[in-house]
């Protein structure tokens, strides 16, 4: 299994400010998929943004963009100019490449942005 | 708009019952899930379906059935619902046969075994 690890259990960022939350993962894998899911308060869990590992380019949506560092295995979310709907639980996912139906989930940071 | 539903947000049984959780997307994916949500432990699947009538195990299946007749529905049985089994529970669903897609969730179930 892959072990997806999320070291931050909550952040408050103020509004209209930029930030980053981390996650690292853990795979014998060369390609596989990453991925940010956003679990607003007693919403829907939607996909934020992804990444494919053999792409070297860091994917960008919008104001959210991410640090890929592949050697490192680690994958953070920047937000920038933080708002009020960003307030929500974010998950770090993984996915294999061949065993596409495996999703491996982090513990989730709580991000509260602050007005 | 892509769409996954739940049969219900709040649900409270007691120790021993036989509970029934309904998930329905109108996607026509081929792949659907159950997962649980727990705190710091992020979300843990129980079962995924990639046909009808066809499933495999997750991570943690141990107390859980599933069942998939038509493409659009998957259920997850707890047979004899015990209080560990409290929990949060999100079915999703996606296309295709190969990576990258992503999973649409569904709004969660809130289970309570008493």
């Known amino acids: 299994a892959q072990t997806v690890t999320q070291s931050q259990p909550e952040m408050s960022v103020q509004e209209a400010e930029t930030v980053t939350l981390s996650c690292t993962y853990d795979t014998s894998e060369n390609n596989y998929y990453l991925f940010w899911y956003k679990q607003p308060p007693s919403r829907q869990m939607i996909l934020v943004i992804r990444q494919e590992a053999y792409k070297q380019q860091n994917a960008t949506e919008n104001r959210f963009s991410v640090n890929f560092q592949k050697a490192a295995k680690s994958f953070s979310l920047k937000i920038s100019d933080s708002q009020l709907g960003d307030t929500a639980m974010y998950f770090c996912a993984s996915q294999k490449l061949y065993n596409f139906n495996k999703f491996y989930f982090g513990s989730g940071t709580k991000l509260n942005v602050k007005p | 708009d892509v769409k996954v539903t739940q049969s219900s947000r709040y649900l409270v049984k007691r120790t021993g019952e036989k509970v029934f959780l309904e998930c329905v997307q109108d996607?026509?994916?081929?792949?659907m899930f159950w997962y649980r949500q727990d705190p710091g432990l992020g979300l843990r699947l129980i079962y995924f379906?990639?046909?009808?009538?066809?499933?495999e195990k997750g991570d943690i299946p141990e107390g859980y059935s599933v069942s998939r007749e038509k493409k659009e529905r998957f259920s997850l049985i707890l047979e004899s619902a015990s209080t560990n089994q409290t929990s949060m529970y999100l079915c999703?669903?996606?296309?295709?046969?190969?990576?990258?897609?992503?999973?649409?969730f569904g709004p969660g179930t809130r289970l309570t075994v008493l």
């Open positions: 999703a669903s996606r296309s295709g046969t190969s990576g990258g897609n992503e999973q649409f």
């Open positions: 379906s990639y046909d009808v009538k066809m499933k």
């Open positions: 996607m026509d994916h081929e792949n």
